[in-house]
């Protein structure tokens, strides 16, 4: 497939770094000069420096013959135009990366009228992902609803006092509904078998059916009590967001913003949240505000700085369940270590979602894990698929992967090693990056 992307930044450069080692014909537009050597020396793509919106510049990445345009620069109005080009030489998919909800205010202005086939909002869908881990138990660190909501997969911290902590797997009941995955040890991944032991400081992924959700504070060894009140210490575009989307289920919020100005304006766009004009990093505001009462708090400034000293605040005053916005993928593994309860990145939700859109055929769906590194691939089997009619433990699947779960009509299947794939089977598979080539052609 031919792909084009406009727009060097984090998020085009993960997503061109995910989809070369699927062997696409890719290309990436910026016009910065100096971005050509970087790229480079790291991918083996064509890059071109220039405006993407220039129908000279489309023309020679080749857009004549492209498949599919991502456009996802810093620029709404680039990244519009750049779609509505694309359209006009015929380019089946187009997608933009456009933050100005203004745009899409009312439906003034359709998607489709602007040759758009996917509009991704990075703000929304990262305030999603925080709403989504808040109504979570603490120690869930992350979660991805998978098959139209039917299943979803939970990242899950072990510490000390868990139930688990130094148990074999085989000792361990995660019920008829649920199976673990993964287990992340210092950065190795490890497909569990039944001797496995969970160590204090793992990470580990589980698969749970949507009907045993009701189990899942039970399973996570975690009893919050139902979520009342949100803490919000930045008014970013993401902390509006997360404030709009809890006040549409009836939770409490309070807003901490620094700028005065600014705070005047986000109290009148969010009329049920107290919007407070102070210093978010000040303790005795902190105090004043109820934190030591908090449910839950998040950080969502723009300085990656602020959000981890204000995070580890919350935890030491003891509240249930604090996540951070962090924009430095390397600062990652190192915040996980240190008791924050989750951590949320604008580029990996953003790229993870452009990524389940593009995908068709075969592969529906793909989200992106630690940083990256593994894949959870969605998929369909097909008739002549070699995957199809035999045991799970025939299927001679690549290392380091493990399918999670069957959907069939619309039942879930956790299987086991004799449960058999057939035509038509939507299935989930937890998979190393490097290996999801070898994936797809089981299922061609």
């Known amino acids: 497939m031919k792909i084009i992307i406009i727009g060097a930044g984090k998020v085009g450069l993960q997503i061109a770094q995910t989809l070369s080692r699927e062997n696409h014909d890719i290309t990436i537009i910026d016009k910065r000069e100096d971005i050509r050597e970087d790229i480079d020396s790291n991918l083996d793509i064509m890059t071109i420096v220039g405006n993407g919106a220039s129908v000279r510049i489309l023309e020679q990445a080749g857009i004549k013959e492209a498949d599919m345009l ?22 089946a998919k187009t997608i933009a990366r456009i933050r100005n909800s203004e745009y899409m205010y009312a439906n003034s202005i359709s998607k489709e009228k ?16 925080i709403v989504r881990l808040l109504k979570t138990p603490s120690n869930i660190c992350e979660v991805y609803d998978f098959a139209e909501g039917k ?25 008829q509904h649920a199976l673990m995955v993964a287990i992340f040890r210092e950065n190795n991944l490890i497909i569990p078998t039944g001797n496995d032991k969970i160590m204090v400081g793992d990470k580990i992924y589980f698969l749970i059916k949507k009907e045993s959700y009701s189990d899942l504070e039970l399973l996570c060894d975690k009893k919050n009590g139902p979520l009342q009140n949100v803490l919000i210490f930045g008014g970013s575009n993401i902390g509006i967001q997360v404030a709009s989307l809890l006040n549409k289920i009836g939770i409490k919020t309070k807003l901490i913003e620094i700028n005065k100005q600014k705070s005047e304006t986000i109290s ?10 102070g210093d978010g990093t000040n303790t005795e505001l902190l105090k004043e505000e109820g934190i030591e ?16 000293l204000v995070s580890l605040l919350a935890k030491h005053f003891g509240t249930k369940k604090v996540i951070a916005k962090i924009s430095r993928i390397n600062y990652i593994p190192i915040l996980e270590k240190i008791g924050i309860d989750a951590i949320v990145n604008p580029r990996l939700t953003t790229a993870s979602a452009i990524l389940r859109f593009l995908k068709s055929g075969d592969l ?7 940083e990256g590194e593994l894949e959870v691939a969605e998929l369909i089997a097909k008739k002549d698929s070699k995957i199809i009619n035999k045991p799970l433990k025939l299927t001679n699947l690549p290392n380091n992967s493990i399918i999670g779960a069957i959907i069939r009509d619309d039942e879930v299947i956790i299987p086991g090693g004799d449960d058999i794939i057939i035509e038509g089977d939507k299935v989930i598979l937890f998979t190393k990056t490097t290996e999801i080539k070898k994936i797809e052609h089981l299922f061609m």
């Open 268 to 277: 009148e766009l969010l009329p049920q949240t107290l919007v407070i004009n």
């Open 364 to 370: 529906i769906a793909l989200t992106l894990l630690k």
């Open 70 to 91: 991502i456009a996802v620069t810093r620029n709404d109005e680039v990244n519009m135009i750049a779609c509505m080009t694309a359209k006009q030489f015929n380019v």
């Open 293 to 308: 009462k908090t449910d839950g708090f998040v950080a969502v400034t723009g300085y990656d700085e602020d959000n981890l």
């Open 151 to 175: 299943i979803s997969l939970f990242g899950l911290k072990i510490v000390e006092d868990s139930n688990f902590a130094n148990k074999k797997l085989k000792e361990i009941s995660f019920g």
């Open 114 to 129: 602007l040759g758009i086939d996917y509009v991704i909002n990075p703000e929304k869908a990262t305030a999603k992902e």
